[in-house]
């Protein structure tokens, strides 16, 4: 796939200069293997596709695959067709690299622009857009390129910038803009004299301290010198989404979207909040959070009936559902028999009595039923242990902790 870029395309030249994100020298150091891509289907593929037991062989679209993430999911994904595509030379040339280095016969990439992506005549079932869209002249033509090529029970997980966490960022971009700094070696030494003078309240601080890609000079030129980005609320995900014929299946961290992470049951915010339908209370939480700086979640196609994605924990077979532990979620059991749950950057969550004799018994086999009666809770009736497993497990859903596959995903 080739598709004409734009003369003096500004995006594709910084990309050209600078090589995003930082290369990586070797797929299989062992502390690159534990690096998984957000959409990755070993980290989502339980939410993707809560209905059916784990998927082997998908077709997968990297769009914008930059200088690593499609040789990464190759390298993870040997019996998975994976298409990688990317405006820049430089980011492929590395990406070459990767596939000869490991030998990733079932890696693909191409040249050009994810608006032209029907060019390749392709469908997917996972299509990965991760720091892309947001990147795009007209970012609907973009997201509504990869809809046209995303199978119809298709997953496709996207990451664009969040409006509220990234205001210190663009007071920045404007400044940079107004004394006229460029991309060049000099300039962004200068940039990096400018952040080590900003005030310890300055509204980019925060942002600074928790990104994990201005270490690198091609970061602090995708950061704060990037010509063209534009960041979204809650609100205006779901309206991009939904110029594309697609929905909202899920976030990646449920956490920052739902309140039990982010206050006290007892607090009077947290009453009303649980009043809200969820796409109202998602964007409660935006506001209230204040410093969200990338929204990633993940979409499918209008037409997929919801019945075979959305977690519906009044069904009348919860008890036949499966927890699911997320990849990345730390267990401490202590002395005392409690359970303490951790998921960086996050706060430790610790559960206690029935909650953690419960939660011990989660393996990612059993189900919430199973777990229930091999942990010894008791209860005077069925229903009131439905009930109590009901609640439990849509806690630690909203954190994030868990997710949950329907009894036909589980082969038994």
């Given at each position: 796939m080739t598709s004409p870029t734009p003369s003096g395309d500004p995006v594709q030249a910084q990309y050209e200069q600078w090589v995003y994100p930082e290369p990586i020298r070797d797929l299989s150091d062992p502390q690159v293997r534990r690096v998984r891509d957000a959409g990755d289907p070993d980290v989502l593929g339980h939410a993707y596709w809560p209905d059916r037991p784990p998927r082997r062989g998908l077709h997968?679209?990297?769009?914008?695959?930059?200088?690593?993430?499609?040789?990464?999911?190759?390298?993870?994904?040997?019996?998975?067709?994976?298409?990688?595509?990317?405006?820049?030379?430089?980011?492929?040339?590395?990406?070459?690299?990767?596939?000869?280095?490991?030998?990733?016969?079932?890696?693909?990439?191409?040249?050009?622009?994810?608006?032209?992506?029907?060019?390749?005549?392709?469908?997917?079932?996972?299509?990965?857009?991760?720091?892309?869209?947001?990147?795009?002249?007209?970012?609907?033509?973009?997201?509504?390129?990869?809809?046209?090529?995303?199978?119809?029970?298709?997953?496709?997980?996207?990451?664009?910038?969040?409006?509220?966490?990234r205001t210190g960022v663009y007071m920045l971009q404007r400044l940079f803009r107004m004394l006229g700094v460029g991309q060049s070696p000099a300039d962004v030494a200068?940039?990096?004299?400018?952040?080590?003078?900003?005030?310890?309240?300055?509204?980019?601080?925060?942002?600074?301290?928790?990104?994990?890609?201005?270490?690198?000079?091609?970061?602090?030129?995708?950061?704060?010198?990037?010509?063209?980005?534009?960041?979204?609320?809650?609100?205006?995900?779901?309206?991009?989404l939904d110029r594309a014929g697609l929905v909202l299946q899920g976030w990646l961290d449920n956490c920052y979207y739902y309140p039990e992470w982010q206050m006290a049951r007892d607090h009077p915010l947290f009453e009303r909040l649980s009043r809200l339908p969820d796409p109202q209370l998602w964007q409660a939480m935006e506001l209230f959070h204040g410093r969200i700086s990338v929204h990633s979640f993940f979409a499918c196609h209008r037409t997929r009936d919801p019945a075979s994605y959305r977690i519906d924990f009044a069904r009348p077979d919860f008890m036949a559902m499966a927890p699911m532990r997320r990849m990345g979620l730390v267990c401490f059991t202590g002395t005392d028999g409690t359970v303490a749950l951790e998921r960086a950057p996050f706060p430790k969550i610790t559960l206690r009595d029935s909650h953690a004799a419960i939660f011990r018994q989660v393996d990612d086999r059993k189900t919430v039923g199973e777990c229930f009666r091999a942990s010894g809770v008791h209860a005077e009736s069925e229903e009131i242990a439905a009930s109590f497993c009901r609640g439990m497990f849509r806690d630690l859903w909203r954190l994030g902790c868990v997710d949950l596959l329907f009894p036909s995903a589980l082969a038994r």
């Open positions: 997968i679209l990297i769009a914008g695959c930059g200088s690593n993430a499609a040789a990464r999911y190759a390298f993870h994904h040997p019996e998975a067709t994976v298409i990688g595509v990317d405006l820049s030379e430089a980011s492929l040339a590395h990406e070459r690299r990767l596939k000869e280095q490991h030998r990733l016969d079932n890696l693909t990439l191409h040249k050009g622009r994810i608006e032209d992506i029907e060019r390749l005549g392709l469908s997917f079932d996972l299509v990965d857009s991760t720091g892309v869209l947001h990147h795009l002249p007209e970012p609907e033509r973009g997201i509504q390129a990869l809809a046209k090529v995303l199978r119809p029970d298709g997953a496709m997980f996207v990451m664009l910038y969040g409006a509220y966490g200068f940039v990096k004299q400018v952040l080590g003078a900003l005030k310890m309240d300055h509204p980019a601080r925060a942002y600074i301290e928790s990104a994990k890609d201005i270490h690198f000079d091609a970061g602090i030129v995708d950061t704060f010198l990037h010509p063209q980005d534009r960041a979204y609320t809650v609100a205006g995900c779901i309206d991009l």
